[in-house]
């Protein structure tokens, strides 16, 4: 056993009363009831009470208000236009057909602007009322999807890459990547009574894995199979990376650490790229992750939530004390890192086989909204389709297991539809991803999804003047530091900071394995094609070969070293 003397600092060292009130309302909340059930009969207010908001997040519900209304309601002296943001459980991604019908159609009823693809691979509704949260959720239950921790102190959804050249290793690497999400899926039977009205007795046994405090912070977990980087591996708490010899897959390396959250206001704050610490069998890995959460949950910070997440954990602990306790928990050493090899952080874009002769189709969806027009287009492309959907991390929509007699058919529809060209975007759109920011992100400082087709037109230009047309750069747009669109990653990338400025990120790399570094604050949009120009300049003249920009930048010397890569690593 480990002898390891670190601060605990979960609920059982520490008095409740010393800790974030977070972490007080969970314990008193009888495993995330609350009095959400109660909340939801008031028809007095479109909102929950504060508690009851905080609670609903484990069950995958985002109290949030219209903000482009907030200023106007305020001045009537009405209440805000409460509504709630609904994300749903999809581990990896994956959808049949007749899913994604009934998600269209359970849209149209409860939600008031369309269907959102996330950067994790799932769906949110946007401004669905409260009255209709129950019935939204009974639906969705009879198509096999839940909301259960989708958002809150827990496991979240679990990502999933797909590497269609090795379909059969996807399959199995999709398998694991479902059966973690199963093992650490909360326990608790609040989620059941909530939106089912089904009955049962609060027990303390409900939650063995988690407790009544759950986790200190959120937690997320990402699968990925080399050399495509789909899912940003190096983001994730626990990154599993899946090594493939003889065509088998034989296990992963496991990373563990990742995160993209920062605060402007906090020194103390900052993005992580995960650390790669050793190689486990693949049939370990829903145990192992597991294990890992379980540190997390007796080692993370439970008074200061900024400083709450696992990256924070490992940091102040070490990484041999980790590793130590990892030793102790899981029973058995990981074996050294195996070499591995990342060449793309992008989803593959139009037509591509699988080694089984099966075909995908990646239709690019900008900022991942389906605005009611592309919403009718899909309605139509899906009443005939025979295959099955995957939802990617970059936001898009892929169309796979085609049988190939059936690609023409496809490709058709797909063109009668106007749908066609979504599966050519240009090498700039299929590089750019934003976040949702306004007007429902109540965190947002500054525009994203919105602003993406003005701003993606004036940069394009500017890559025109230089002749760099033809060249992808990664661009990310969030509109706050927290980075749900892993910003820190990109090459270029713009963080919100207030109505219409941002902060400039300079030098991540195409792989998704280095961290951008901050360039410049509090840029208009036009500060920020002025001083990109002169980096286009020097770059369209002085690169190397096929040299990407984040590459150069660091190459050059523009960006100082100081910034943590895994490239070391990977090419071990
Ligand atoms: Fe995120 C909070 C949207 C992926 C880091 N994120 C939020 C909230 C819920 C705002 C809030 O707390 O009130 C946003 C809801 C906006 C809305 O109206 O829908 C929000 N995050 C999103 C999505 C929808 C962005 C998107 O455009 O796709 C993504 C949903 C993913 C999902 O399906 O689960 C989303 N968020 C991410 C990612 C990317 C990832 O996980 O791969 C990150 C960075 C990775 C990480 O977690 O470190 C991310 N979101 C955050 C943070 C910063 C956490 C931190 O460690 O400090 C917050 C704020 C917080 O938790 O306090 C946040
Ligand atoms: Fe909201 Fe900030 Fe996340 Fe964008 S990055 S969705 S503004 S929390």
Avoid at 205 to 224: A, N, Q
Avoid at 234 to 263: H, P, Y
Avoid at 358 to 379: C, E, M, P, V, Y
Avoid at 446 to 466: S, V
Wanted: proline share 5%; hydrophobic share 35%; aromatic share 8%.
């Amino acid at each position: 056993m480990t002898t390891l003397t670190i601060e605990r600092q979960s609920d059982i060292s520490q008095p409740l009363i010393e800790q974030h009130s977070n972490e007080q309302l969970k314990a008193k909340s009888h495993f995330l009831r609350g009095t959400i059930r109660e909340g939801l009969k008031d028809s007095t207010s479109g909102s929950l009470s504060h508690d009851d908001g905080l609670l609903t997040k484990f069950h995958g519900i985002y109290q949030q208000d219209n903000r482009d209304t907030r200023q106007h309601r305020l001045i009537r002296k009405l209440e805000p236009h409460y509504q709630f943001m609904v994300r749903l459980r999809i581990p990896g991604g994956r959808l049949t057909k007749q899913q994604w019908i009934e998600i269209d159609r359970l849209s149209r009823t409860y939600s008031s602007n369309g269907i959102r693809i996330t950067t994790r691979q799932t769906i949110q509704f946007h401004g669905v009322g409260k009255q209709f949260l129950q019935p939204l959720l009974m639906s969705l239950e009879k198509i096999g999807i839940d909301t259960l921790a989708a958002c809150g102190d827990d496991n979240r959804g679990i990502v999933c890459g797909v590497n269609p050249d090795e379909s059969k290793i996807s399959q199995q690497v999709y398998k694991l990547a479902k059966d973690t999400s199963m093992q650490l899926l909360p326990n608790t039977a609040a989620y059941r009574e909530t939106w089912y009205d089904s009955s049962s007795l609060v027990s303390q046994s409900e939650e063995p894995l988690y407790g009544e405090t759950y986790l200190p912070r959120k937690f997320k977990i990402g699968f990925v199979i080399p050399p495509d980087n789909d899912i940003d591996i190096f983001a994730q708490d626990v990154g599993f990376i899946a090594v493939i010899e003889k065509s088998r897959l034989i296990g992963f390396n496991v990373c563990v650490g990742g995160g993209m959250g920062q605060l402007d206001s906090r020194q103390d704050s900052y993005p992580r790229l995960s650390t790669p610490i050793g190689f486990i069998e693949a049939s370990d890995a829903p145990i192992i992750a597991e294990v890992i959460m379980g540190i997390q949950r007796d080692y993370g910070d439970r008074k200061d939530r900024h400083r709450a997440r696992f990256k924070y954990t490992l940091d102040r602990i070490g990484l041999d004390n980790f590793q130590e306790l990892l030793l102790s928990r899981f029973g058995k050493s990981l074996a050294p890192l195996k070499p591995y090899k990342f060449t793309h952080n992008g989803d593959k874009l139009g037509w591509n086989q699988t080694e089984d002769s099966q075909w995908f189709a990646t239709l690019h969806i900008q900022s991942g909204r389906i605005n009611k027009h592309l919403q009718d287009q899909l309605h139509a492309f899906f009443q005939q389709y025979s295959g099955e959907v995957r939802l990617t991390a970059n936001q898009n929509i892929q169309l796979i297991n085609i049988p190939p007699y059936d690609i023409y058919d496809v490709a058709r529809r797909l063109s009668d539809l106007g749908l066609y060209e979504r599966l050519i975007p240009s090498n700039q759109e299929a590089v750019t991803l934003s976040c949702v920011a306004l007007p429902t992100c109540g965190l947002a400082m500054a525009e994203a999804e919105r602003i993406t087709p003005d701003f993606l037109a004036l940069f394009d230009d500017l890559k025109r003047q230089y002749s760099l047309q033809k060249t992808p750069i990664t661009l990310r747009i969030t509109g706050c530091p927290n980075g749900c669109v892993r910003p820190y990653l990109a090459e270029i990338a713009l963080t919100g900071r207030a109505p219409g400025l941002y902060n400039l990120y300079l030098g991540g790399s195409h792989r998704g394995d280095r961290l951008a570094t901050l360039h410049e604050r509090n840029l208009s949009q036009t500060q920020v094609l002025d001083a990109l120009a002169p980096l286009f300049d020097l770059y369209s003249t002085d690169h190397i070969n096929n040299e990407h920009f984040g590459d150069f930048l660091h190459r050059s010397n523009f960006i100082k070293p100081s910034s943590i890569s895994n490239q070391s690593i990977q090419e071990r």
